[in-house]
């Protein structure tokens, strides 16, 4: 049996009463928060007819919304703010809509799929019409579906670096998130660069708080492990790369990360034995490489740590999904000089004392070599999970003991010697 096809007519209209039955001064809390966040997430690009808006053209919508009733509001101006209000209620992916036109049907076709797709998920009823009585009453639904879907699965995107785009997958968090066997040849290299035996079975927390300890008695650190495991992942035989960054807060102001300066992270870049930048066509040797790379990193979060602040310093960046990524050079100039290209992020949460941190640590991996049988593939995230689990066990077991990663790799090196 089809269908009903969902209900489109009058969507405009019930969306701009909506904006008018709205009180003044809790309309303009709104959308003033819509200009900012527009503004701290990954690059947007949608279509309004012949016209392509980008974040700051976004932003620059909505402050004339703020100046306007909703009455007078254009239909692009009235479709865009109430795309952002579903944006906040339903907690989706925005730039899931990017090179899309901006229309109420879009919208509304848009959430539609999405609920149908979680509720069968979930084995829920399918939301026979997403869209009555109105687009936000299909938003809220969809933030219930989600909420349910993240109880069991790991969000995850696919980017697409040449055009902007980002569509949504799910990993079971039983699987993304399962303790793995430790792979052989692990304990070996974490011996043969600190000096300590790494005796545990599934690189759980414990295993390696145990680990650090006999690090230390070694008269080795946090930072010559967390260096081993970098060499590792770049090595790994089971999830083959050319580059495997490593970056976790050094160990200051983790009780107030907002402080962060860029010397306050620690990134190091693991790369391939053998690894030669000029055989894939990248002009930059190891170091400059090296330094590009980390001061993205060290920038990343610095910017993400304000999403903490009671008063911001400056407009914060948007948290990650896990994601793998194609043509990641396309636009970016630091990915082009790094020879970034083909590359699978993984977040990590820190906790210091009896507070978790997002967005102020994470592994990423990188391909060099642009083919279509080379890109990253979902099941290579539940490889790289692991990495996740490993740098954050050796650095929560680092700030339990008030110790930090060693400076060298907070700023700018002339060397890459250990």
Known sequence: MARPAPALDGLPERARRDWEALPAEEREELLAGFERRITSVERVRLHAGETELDNRAVA????????????EWSGTRLVLATLLRCWQEAGFVLQELNQSLLSFASLSLFLLRKSRGYARLLGEAEPPEATAPDVLAAARGLGGLRARVEERYERCLHFDGSNWERREFLLPLS??????RVPDGLPERL???????FTGRTGSAEEWDVFLERVLEAGSSPTRALQAVAHWAADAEDLPVDLAVFTVPVGRKLDEPWTMEFTDLFCYTGFRTGFRPEEFGIANGRLLMYNVIAQRMRYNAVKKAQNYAPVMRFAPQGFNLPDIA????AFHGGHAAAGIRLACRLPITVRYRDRDWNGLADVRLNRSAYSRENRFRPRDMVLGHRYTQWAKGLADAAYRRGLSFDDKWTDKVKDLDL
């Open 175 to 180: 699987v993304y998130r399962r303790s793995a």
């Open 191 to 197: 011996y043969a660069e600190t000096g300590a035996e």
């Open 60 to 71: 620059a919508e909505i402050a004339a919304c703020r100046a306007l009733p909703p009455a």
């Open 326 to 329: 194609v043509a990641e050079d």
